[in-house]
């Protein structure tokens, strides 16, 4: 019944796609109403994707959800709703913001809620109810390989807090980062800590059943994990606080907020400033930590979204700036209208920027091989003045993608945002390879990789994405209120598109 729900209340018939491209292996609409969040893979080419659905079109409540797919996402293996109580308990909700997976298939979720009646299952509580929807309470969550709700658990006390990153120990304990909303957040002795954590980040080391806390740092954290062999811990993220801790000799020891503003600055916000640290595993000791920023501050929000590290201890961050500048040391083969990605590379040291590239902002991933890769979004959207009053960003496309036909490029008439995959020489960062995923209006939010396949995930205004062969959704889709979600995936084992 569940599956039935998920896959009939789909959106308009779709187009027929002009920019399939050589290595497009897969693509389909999901259904309307389902935003992605969070998507990864298990050792079996099993797909995760976890988001919030709709889950009453006459009321618009929403609900977090996870789906699993099998390796070739022509089946639903389950689709589970987490916690539904945001639909009964009126403006309550709760939000997955990661995921991870498990050498077993178990799949771990962390998020926030604002649900008072959230029920913790199948662990010792670490936290204590939110008290209504202005409260917020950081929980993880466990669900085993047929989608059954292992425990369910708050954490963080009675202080309001938000989980945004998840990550599993080679020892099988899951790491918890988020940000604290107000002072209190608890820190365990010996770890990392500040004195007041009123919007700052935290990080904590739980048992394998969530009901224990091994290590709880405050002061440091990110929306990202990523562990090296001896599971020292990567974290990167945003925020709008400048004294996040950096380490002497760093890549960038000073962050520097900049500003962005809307209808030629009669609104305006602080912007996010990007970070990357490496702690020891016991959550004690800065290894190194940096910003990587405009180090002048000069306009503009930087929005980190992905990490990965390699075998040799190089970290990779990816995200997206909005009305700002970023240390770029190459150019890319998208230029104008691009909806700000970049994807940067640090050496082992924290030290140097080896290189950084203005593509990306869904995610970072490598292969066995070490190639790297990530997916992006173009705009013809111009944030200058009020919509309307500004002309559209023009894009051109070259190298990698300079196939594209012209018809495919968001021209902010008949499209507005396109989506890409791109495979990347992990050494000097240059394009090998890239992916076209055309539409009216097509984002990607998320990227997970299987095999030789990249997978993104994200939302698209209308079912007019490329469709394959045994794709999930039929192409005679019936018309639905909302935004939906697309998937697709590039195989990047096949000669580049050029």
């Not at 304990?173 to 604290?180: A, C, D, E, F, Y």
């Amino acid at each position: 019944m569940k599956l039935t729900l998920l896959s009939a209340i789909l959106l308009v018939v779709a187009l027929v796609p002009c920019c399939s491209g050589a290595a497009l292996a897969y693509s389909t609409y999901l259904r309307y109403g389902f935003k992605p969040a969070a998507m990864t893979s298990d050792a079996q080419g099993n797909l995760y994707l976890a988001g919030s659905a709709v889950i009453d079109p006459l009321s618009g409540a929403t609900s977090a959800a996870i789906v699993k797919l099998d390796p070739t996402a022509t089946k639903y293996l389950y689709l589970e709703y987490f916690d539904s109580a945001s639909f009964f308990d009126g403006g309550a909700s709760d939000t997955i913001t990661a995921i991870a997976v498990g050498a077993a298939g178990d799949l771990y979720v962390t998020g926030a809620t604002s649900n008072p009646n959230f029920a913790v299952a199948g662990a010792t509580s670490l936290g204590t109810a939110p008290t209504g929807s202005t409260d917020t309470r950081s929980f993880v969550a466990k669900f085993s390989p047929t989608g059954v709700m292992l425990f369910a658990n708050l954490i963080g006390g009675s202080i309001s807090s938000r989980a945004a990153g998840i990550a599993l120990t080679s020892q099988g304990q899951i790491l918890v980062s988020g940000i604290s909303n107000v002072a209190g957040f608890t820190s365990t002795s010996g770890a990392y800590s500040v004195s007041d954590t009123t919007g700052k980040w935290f990080l904590m080391e739980l048992d394998a059943t969530a009901s224990k806390v091994i290590f709880s740092a405050t002061g440091i954290g990110g929306s990202s994990i990523a562990l090296d062999a001896t599971d020292n811990i990567f974290l990167s993220g945003s925020g709008v606080d400048a004294n996040y801790p950096t380490t002497a000799g760093a890549y960038q020891t000073k962050l520097v907020p900049g500003f962005y503003c809307y209808g030629f600055c009669q609104s305006g916000f602080t912007g996010e400033v990007q970070h990357l640290t490496k702690v020891d595993p016991t959550g004690s000791k800065l290894i190194y930590s940096t910003a990587i920023n405009d180090p002048n501050g000069a306009g503009g929000s930087t929005i980190n979204t992905g990490l990965a590290v390699d075998a040799a201890g190089n970290a990779y961050v990816t995200g997206t700036t909005f009305e700002g500048r970023y240390p770029f040391t190459a150019s890319g083969p998208i230029s104008s209208g691009v909806l700000s990605g970049f994807i940067s590379k640090i050496d082992p040291t924290g030290s140097t920027l080896l290189f950084s590239l203005p593509v990306g902002g869904a995610g970072v991933m490598r292969d066995s091989a070490g190639a790297l890769y990530t997916a992006g979004t173009v705009s013809t959207y111009n944030p200058v003045g009020f919509p309307g009053l500004a002309p559209p960003l023009v894009i051109t496309l070259s190298g990698a993608l300079s196939w594209i036909p012209t018809a495919c490029i968001p021209n902010n008439l008949t499209s507005t945002e396109a989506a890409y995959l791109l495979k990347l020489d992990a050494v000097t960062g240059g394009v090998l390879d890239a992916q076209w995923i055309d539409g009216s209006s097509v984002t990607a939010s998320t990227v997970a990789f299987t095999g030789t396949k990249l997978w993104t995930a994200g939302v698209s205004v209308s079912a007019d994405v490329p469709f394959t062969p045994g794709a999930l959704a039929d192409t005679n889709l019936i018309p639905g209120p909302l935004p939906g979600a697309f998937l697709s995936a590039a195989d990047f084992s096949k000669p580049p598109a050029l």
